[in-house]
């Protein structure tokens, strides 16, 4: 299993009722495809080796004897061609007087379990009750099924020989019950539930479906992998259009087209999913009696079908300024509230004119809207320093005013200069103490600006720079509430953007000034031109590489070898490698060398998964060494 990802998929095969040696050829074809392709775990419809609108043919010995005998064929002739690959085909299955509506488990040449359906509909179109026996607990281990001896049960799991991955199984209706077998699979230890179904299609079901099939990954943190009926199925009262979903952890992965026929494939990430259980304090896992029948299935399967977005804290798609409206609530919100709650008569930032202090200023302002106050209660400070450009300076002044803020202008640079004296600094030497007394003096401004006029300190860090530990400790690392503390760089600027264009107006005329300027700390006088000369990124490195670096490592749990293959997966076109592995092992550097800043941050509002608070959800001692991660780091570093 490389970096913890499984590659599996849900087929659709076109296939004829009650035609049982075309569905065996039908699925043989499609096996062989699967696993050229690659597939690991391989998932067919309910009762494909005859189809689910079989109706009282399931009566019919006929019928019957073929599917047990085709269940047998295909175990054998697929191991010839196909022996690492798992896959579950759908049959009915004679077990003493009754009839039950089984998947077939088959691996190398073998089947390896039998697992019935637990949940039977009997309503509307469905009469599965007429023929069919409901499932049981526990498991016959000596079921006598197509010449050989085969475990015949619910509690089932399919193990890999490596011992990582387990498989289990539903049929259909099971996931549309209140007491799904899913649970149980996943508190046993699954982190992949197939679910071989054959759901007829109605208007709006297919939504529906996908919502449950979601609610299912999330709720039992695992992957789900669904394999419907297609058009080969009985159009005499409903029709199967073959809706195939790959569904992890609450998202959905990937899904076929209604009527398409052509299924859905991906890669399940088993590591991250471990990691989500062994975090989750709530997930108490349970055996309960379950058999577990290993094969060989897992390899060394290459992401090829996943999408791995290079900027996974940005809201992408057709909700994304939906999401971006939300993030906007949830710090305005969350500044009203600490506003109303100190009895603050007015909100002091610190503007600059960069990202950051802008959409504090944006928040603010709506802030101001929900506490009943004038946003004239805003005192927006501009402190020009040593580095600061005409441009941003413009823009430092003119956000505030298109906001209706009160702008204050007071120039730090005399200051710094009367305390490089008093601390006998050569202000010639352009060193970490002339950059961080313009930070510390532009903090100090604002904190008595704060007292004077019975307000607080808004601070405007964001996630990625707590990261890194790019802010002065004491300085811009201070304030008395942080509202963009959980927003990371990369989306910072899509906040924006998105806030001045609701805006509209000069608003949105200065915030597209404000994202055509370089990120910048500006602590370094211009160059000849003019220009900035101290430039973040080149310091640094790029913000979109440590938003990804951050948040798998964190969210997902990814060591540093996971997070460069990710990255190179997700930036190959962008970054070489060596580039990549550069600012991976800067950024574990920076990340544990700067904890103690983060340990002492100011309150702050959560706005998604990853945040970094001492109070919230990191806990991290602030002298833990980086020696394992770096060494990682500098291996992969040293392998090209």
Known sequence: MKYGFVKVAAASPDLR???????????????????????????????????????????DDTLLSATENAAAYLAEESGKFAEHILFFVGLPVRKGSALYNCAAAICGGKILALIPKSALPNYCEFYEQRYFT???????????????????GREILIGDTNGDTFVACEICEDLWVADSPAEAHALAG????????????????????????????????????YADAGKGESTTDCVFAGHCLIAENGGILNESELFSGSGAASEIDVGFLTHERRKLTTFRPKDDGYLRVFASFVGDADLSLRKIESMPFVPCGEKADERKELILSLQSQALARRLTHTHAACAVIGVSGGLDSSLALLVAARAMDICGKKRSDIIAVSMPGFGTSEKTLQSSLALPESLGATVKTIPVSDLVMRHFEDIGHDSAVRNVTYENA??????????????????????????????????????DHMSMYGVNSGVPKTLIRHLAEYEGRRIGGKTKRVIGTILATEISPELLPPDENGHIAQKTEDLVGPYELHDFFLYHALRRGASPRKVFYLAEYAFGKKYDKKTIAKWLKNFYKRFFAQQFKRSCMPDGVKIGSVTLSPR??????????????????EEIERSF
């Open 17 to 59: 009722v009650a035609d049982v040696k075309a569905n065996v050829e039908a699925i043989l074809c499609e096996v062989k495809k699967q696993a050229e392709a690659g597939t690991e775990v391989l998932v067919f419809p309910e009762l494909s080796l005859c189809g689910y609108t079989c109706g009282d043919l399931f009566f």
């Open 134 to 152: 409901e499932a049981c607990g526990g498991v016959d281990r000596e079921f006598s099924f197509a010449g050989g001896i085969v475990p015949f």
């Open 190 to 225: 699954a982190q992949i539930i197939v679910n071989l179904s054959a759901s007829d299609e109605t208007v709006g079901k297919a939504e529906y479906r996908r919502s449950l099939i979601k609610a299912a990954s999330g709720r039992c943190v695992c992957a789900y992998v």
């Open 438 to 475: 313009q930070a510390r003096a532009r903090t100090y401004n604002l904190m008595d600006l704060a007292n004077e006029y019975g307000g607080i300190v808004v601070g405007t860090g964001d996630l990625s720079e707590l990261a890194l530990g790019w802010c002065t400790y004491n300085g």
């Open 616 to 633: 919230a959800d990191f806990r991290m001692p602030s002298d833990a060494f980086a020696s394992l991660w770096i060494e990682e780091a």
